[in-house]
């Protein structure tokens, strides 16, 4: 047996080639490497973790049923995260937490909130104040465990784009392909979010007090 | 060298950060942060934002989906 603990996974063609063979070690080391991504990704979606796992278990048997008719248009990773964002998106309506996906055509628009602007016209009149030190790892850990919660205060489209992109650790060129979006709006969605969550975690370490 | 405004500057960050701007642009962009204190402290933040959403708890599919998912292969393709 196969093992691809501390490495990455082999190449697509060794990947299709392995699942199509039935290769019980690559199909579950592809489980644990995307798995936990996938969950995040079906989230953004829908209202329970039991309904994001089933929509993960849903897409894996997807790509069960459909690897031998994988063609190769696109990567093996971004197949599977489009068939996860596809059934997401269906189950999210279903549950009617979230409307379809045509509907959020405007919000990356100006429903952003108090931080969307950070600087006036004219530069700082109040800078931003400073963040605990080192800003990085101890932020890192001091804020893990209000990842979740703060995602959800996003609006959908720019919830997933900042979930694919800063979260997963997908490329630009990744999330245009599984959104089916273009870079400028994938960008644009992207640079909302992460000034959202700049501002809410600027709120935070705000209401825990500064030192200094 | 394009010259910005600190409120043109912070929409900027993300492009900048992607390698999505032209060379005037980008020098603009590092002279400013190099001479303001409110941007360069934004932009730091800002990354240290990036920093912090990539690394989530722990997370995993359960045990029990797992197991499933695995007899479902093993079933679908013997090998």
């Known amino acids: 047996m196969r093992s691809f603990a501390g490495g990455g996974l082999p190449s ?41 796992e089933e929509v993960v278990q849903d897409t894996w ?54 931080h969307f602007d950070p600087v006036p016209p004219g530069g700082w009149t109040d800078p931003p104040a400073a963040w605990p030190t080192p800003e990085g790892e101890a932020l890192a850990s001091e804020v893990r465990g209000m990842i979740g919660e703060i995602l959800a205060r996003l609006p959908p489209r720019q919830r997933i784009v900042i979930t694919l992109r800063d979260v997963e650790g997908c490329t630009s060129d990744e999330v245009c392909e599984i959104l089916k979006i273009s870079a ?3 960008r644009v969605l992207l640079h909302r979010a992460r000034v959202a969550v700049r501002g809410w975690l600027a709120d935070y370490f705000e209401s825990v007090g500064q030192p200094d | 060298m ?21 060379p005037t642009e980008r020098e603009g ?24 959403l990539g690394d989530p708890p722990p997370e995993k599919l359960p045990i029990d989906v797992r197991d499933r998912l695995m007899s479902a292969f093993r079933e679908r393709r013997p090998s």
Request: hydrophobic share 45%.
């Open chain 2, 29 to 52: 962009v590092r002279a400013h942060l190099a001479c303001c204190q409110g941007c360069s402290r934004y932009f730091e933040q800002f990354r240290a934002t990036i920093v912090a």
């Open chain 1, 61 to 114: 048997l997807a790509v069960i049923g459909g690897i031998d008719g994988f063609e190769g248009r696109s990567s093996v990773k971004t197949w599977i995260f489009r068939i996860v964002v596809n059934m997401a998106k269906k189950r999210g309506v279903r549950e009617r937490r979230t409307l379809p996906w045509s509907a959020f055509e405007e919000d990356g628009g100006n429903s952003a909130g108090p």
């Open chain 2, 2 to 22: 394009k010259r910005f405004t600190c409120d043109e500057l912070v929409d900027l960050i993300t492009a900048y950060l992607d390698d999505a701007l032209d």
């Open chain 1, 12 to 52: 697509d063609d060794v990947i299709v080639r392995a699942l199509r063979a039935g290769d019980e070690a690559m199909f579950a080391a592809l489980l644990d490497t995307w798995s936990r991504g996938m969950l995040r990704v079906a989230r953004s979606y829908v209202s329970t973790d039991h309904s994001a």
């Open chain 1, 184 to 186: 400028a709006n994938q």
